[in-house]
């Protein structure tokens, strides 16, 4: 089976790829959210920045 590439923008509208898509998701899940929903915090990785938004963060758990 081939995993298909994930790939989002930053902060800035550059390019990011996800390695580890699960490992990401229960990262935002266990330090960036408020009730299950995204709280505004920053996550940084590989000096990217993103804003944990309730969208962004519904976006990246939908994947």
Same mark, same amino acid.
């Given at each position: #089976?081939?995993? /298909?590439? $994930?790939?989002?923008?930053?902060? !800035?509208?550059?390019?990011?790829? $996800?390695?580890? &898509?699960? =490992?990401? /998701?229960? @990262? &935002? +899940?266990? !330090? @960036?959210? &408020?009730?299950?929903?995204?709280?505004? =915090?920053? @996550? +940084?990785?590989?000096?990217?920045?993103? +804003?944990? +938004? /309730?969208?962004? !963060? /519904?976006?990246?758990?939908? #994947?």
């Amino acid at each position: #089976m081939i995993n /298909k590439k $994930i790939v989002i923008k930053d902060d !800035y509208g550059i390019d990011f790829e $996800i390695i580890d &898509l699960i =490992s990401f /998701k229960n @990262h &935002l +899940t266990e !330090y @960036h959210t &408020l009730n299950g929903e995204g709280d505004n =915090s920053l @996550h +940084t990785e590989n000096g990217r920045s993103f +804003t944990i +938004t /309730k969208e962004f !963060y /519904k976006m990246i758990q939908n #994947m």
